[in-house]
């Protein structure tokens, strides 16, 4: 049984008509995580739960609930959900108020019984403080970032078994806190250091490269294996925009190109499809001075078609699904 929630969906008006949306691009299933306010007018006490939506069109045809630490007793935060390469099944970080006793779990991209949580449920790593994002490569090879003791953040990876991950490889730490990790390749990965810097990293050597940063500040890369376009978000004056670049094999960064600037919203959370051919990202409206207020919106990349998907102001992570 599939439970299903009514999310508000924007109506976007455009000065010149467009013509009619790609069906590829806005005829797609994907997760999110979405903040929810245990009470109304207290921004600080919100709690992120993980939903799949399916559009067409466009426009949020149906949602499905696959956490629900944000109505549960102690609450936790579900987030950072992505995909398995078949889109059966999600990875996602768990945590505790404050980010603590975070636990790095999977399931399936389902609610079978309609308990308001994904099925078979599996805690695959802990830690006392935190875990940043995971990405989830092929043959099942997980990639994440872990707190250790010095409060550096090992990147370590390892293959998921069934329910439970196999031995642990720590590659490296970095003690700019690593997160938003992508796979360019199967065994490189690019992520956002600190909020400041994009970074690649050789899983084989284990040998990282700065690409960018700390000026211009970049954020939250984005690309898939086979491509070397990738795209990320970058601070131009107050608000950040999307851009894209082409990742050459040195590794360096080539033909940087602005894709889109809106003087009154931030981009963040960028993905791209697993084909390559549309953009996900979170829109921050700045005119809205308190707590988080993104919301979804889809970019067609070949013919340029943007369009608002939500107008609920409480997104934090978007996921395509293969």
Same mark, same amino acid.
């Given at each position: 049984?599939?439970?299903?929630?009514?999310?508000?969906?924007?109506?976007?008006?455009?000065?010149?008509?467009?013509?009619?949306?790609?069906?590829?691009?806005?005829?797609?299933?994907?997760?999110?995580?979405?903040?929810?306010?245990?009470?109304?007018?207290?921004?600080?006490?919100?709690?992120?739960?993980?939903?799949?939506?399916?559009?067409?069109?466009?426009?949020?045809?149906?949602?499905?609930?696959?956490?629900?630490?944000?109505?549960?007793?102690?609450?936790?935060?579900?987030?950072?959900?992505?995909?398995?390469?078949?889109?059966?099944?999600?990875?996602?970080?768990?945590?505790?108020?404050?980010?603590?006793?975070?636990?790095?779990?999977?399931?399936?991209?389902?609610?079978?019984?309609?308990?308001?949580?994904?099925?078979?449920?599996?805690?695959? &790593?802990?830690?006392?403080?935190? @875990?940043?994002?995971?990405?989830?490569?092929?043959?099942? $090879? /997980? +990639?994440?970032?872990?707190? !250790?003791?010095?409060?550096?953040?090992?990147?370590?990876?390892?293959?998921?078994?069934?329910?439970?991950?196999?031995?642990?490889?720590?590659?490296?730490?970095?003690?700019?806190?690593?997160?938003?990790?992508?796979?360019?390749?199967?065994?490189?990965?690019?992520?956002?250091?600190?909020?400041?810097?994009?970074?690649?990293?050789?899983?084989?050597?284990?040998?990282?490269?700065?690409?960018?940063?700390?000026?211009?500040? &970049?954020?939250?890369?984005?690309? @898939?294996?086979?491509?070397?376009?990738?795209?990320?978000? $970058? /601070? +131009?004056?107050?608000?950040? !925009?999307?851009?894209?670049?082409?990742?050459?094999?040195?590794?360096?960064?080539?033909?940087?190109?602005?894709?889109?600037?809106?003087?009154?919203?931030?981009?963040?959370?960028?993905?791209?499809?697993?084909?390559?051919?549309?953009?996900?990202?979170?829109?921050?409206?700045?005119?809205?001075?308190?707590?988080?207020?993104?919301?979804?919106?889809?970019?067609?990349?070949?013919?340029?078609?943007?369009?608002?998907?939500?107008?609920?102001?409480?997104?934090?992570?978007?996921?395509?699904?293969?």
């Amino acid at each position: 049984m599939r439970t299903r929630y009514t999310l508000l969906i924007a109506g976007v008006a455009f000065a010149l008509p467009l013509p009619s949306f790609a069906a590829d691009c806005f005829d797609r299933t994907m997760a999110i995580s979405r903040y929810h306010y245990i009470n109304p007018g207290d921004v600080g006490n919100n709690w992120q739960d993980i939903y799949e939506i399916e559009l067409n069109a466009g426009k949020v045809a149906s949602v499905v609930r696959l956490t629900k630490g944000a109505v549960s007793l102690p609450r936790y935060d579900s987030s950072s959900p992505v995909y398995s390469p078949d889109g059966t099944r999600i990875a996602y970080v768990e945590a505790d108020a404050g980010g603590t006793n975070a636990r790095l779990k999977v399931m399936d991209a389902d609610d079978g019984n309609g308990d308001l949580m994904g099925d078979n449920m599996s805690v695959l &790593d802990s830690a006392d403080v935190d @875990i940043a994002t995971v990405a989830w490569g092929a043959n099942d $090879r /997980l +990639v994440y970032g872990k707190f !250790d003791a010095s409060k550096n953040t090992q990147i370590v990876s390892a293959t998921l078994n069934g329910q439970s991950l196999g031995p642990i490889t720590v590659h490296t730490a970095d003690a700019e806190y690593p997160d938003s990790f992508t796979f360019v390749a199967n065994d490189q990965l690019l992520y956002d250091a600190d909020g400041r810097y994009l970074k690649h990293i050789n899983l084989t050597s284990n040998h990282i490269t700065q690409l960018s940063g700390p000026v211009p500040i &970049d954020r939250t890369p984005t690309g @898939i294996v086979g491509n070397n376009n990738i795209f990320f978000t $970058r /601070l +131009v004056g107050s608000t950040l !925009d999307l851009w894209q670049a082409v990742l050459d094999n040195n590794p360096s960064l080539s033909s940087e190109t602005a894709v889109l600037s809106t003087p009154d919203f931030s981009e963040t959370s960028v993905a791209l499809s697993g084909d390559g051919g549309c953009l996900a990202y979170l829109a921050s409206d700045l005119t809205v001075t308190y707590g988080p207020n993104s919301d979804l919106w889809i970019r067609d990349l070949a013919t340029g078609q943007t369009k608002r998907i939500t107008k609920t102001r409480d997104l934090a992570a978007v996921s395509w699904k293969p």
